[in-house]
Structure formats: structure tokens, C-alpha cells
């Protein structure tokens, strides 16, 4: 009759040890869950860097998207970044040096830059630019990108 406690007694933790292990590797399996959010423009604080140059950005886990105003004659200096950048021009138009091309984007025009490649930008009219960055910039959310704040 001992034989038969044991069995049952075997039986019934079995499963809820079965289970608990279960549970505790998919637990370590799945990272934690991301974070749906909806975020207006309207609501994002607009950051004034210098005089012609303004911008406002949404940070995901692995990626940046920015909304960068511009005025004509504004010029972002030439620079690289690790993260790769699509720029995509919704108003106005920016001329770019990179890799040794000028390249013009206008309105509804997209431009890719690799991680590395040094880069510069002239706005030849007011320009509404939406930057995408993998991964985020760092430097633009602690507001440690000095090449854009003229030195502040």
C-alpha cells in the first residue's frame, strides 16, 4: 500500500513540477513584451537645436523615427553615426554629400545612408524631413549632438 501512496503521491507533483518548469522556461524564452503606444506629433515636444533647425523624435526598442524641421540655408555638419539612417522628405528639399555624391531629395524622395558613411546635409528650401534611425540615436536623446546645436 505504500507503493500505491507513493505512486499517487508521484503522480500528482509530477505534473506541477512538469508545469512549473514549463512555465519557467518560457518565461526565459520570451523577452519581455514591447509596448504598443500611439503618439501624435502635436503631443511631442518640439526641440529647438539653432535657429534653423528644429526636431522631434519617438523611440522604439530598436528604432528611432524623428520629425526634423528645417529652414532654408540650415546645414547639418558632416558627421557618421553607427545607426543606419532613411531619410524621407515630406516638404521642401535637403542636398546631401555622402560617399562622394551630391544627391538632391525633394518631397516624396527617400534616401538610405549605410552606418558609417560620413555624411552632410544643406536645406535648399524650408524642409520637413522624417528620419529613421536602427538603433536609436543616443547622442540625440542625450542631447549630446553638439554638431547640431552650434556648439551649445
Known amino acids: 500500500m505504500a507503493k500505491a501512496k507513493k505512486k499517487s503521491v508521484r503522480k500528482a507533483t509530477l505534473p506541477r513540477t512538469r508545469e512549473a518548469a514549463k512555465r519557467l522556461s518560457q518565461q526565459r524564452a520570451?523577452?519581455?513584451?514591447?509596448?504598443l503606444?500611439?503618439?501624435?506629433w502635436r503631443t511631442v515636444p518640439l526641440e529647438?537645436?539653432?535657429p534653423l533647425f528644429q526636431r522631434?523624435?519617438?523611440v522604439g526598442e530598436?528604432?528611432?523615427v524623428a520629425r526634423v524641421l528645417m529652414k532654408k540655408g540650415c546645414i547639418v555638419p558632416l558627421h557618421s553615426?553607427?545607426?543606419e539612417q532613411v531619410s524621407y522628405i515630406l516638404e521642401g528639399a535637403l542636398k546631401?554629400?555622402?560617399d562622394g555624391k551630391e544627391i538632391v531629395v525633394h518631397a516624396g524622395e527617400v534616401l538610405t545612408i549605410p552606418r558609417n558613411m560620413p555624411h552632410r546635409a544643406e536645406a535648399l528650401e524650408d524642409t520637413v524631413d522624417l528620419d529613421i534611425f536602427n538603433p536609436p540615436r543616443v547622442d540625440w536623446i542625450n542631447k549630446t549632438d553638439q554638431?547640431?546645436?552650434g556648439g551649445k
Open 30 to 35: 520570451v523577452p519581455k513584451k514591447a509596448e
Open 56 to 58: 522631434q523624435f519617438v
Open 62 to 64: 530598436d528604432i528611432m
Open 48 to 50: 529647438d537645436l539653432n
Open 37 to 40: 503606444k500611439y503618439i501624435p
Open 96 to 98: 546631401f554629400w555622402v
Open 147 to 149: 554638431y547640431l546645436r
Open 81 to 83: 553615426h553607427h545607426n
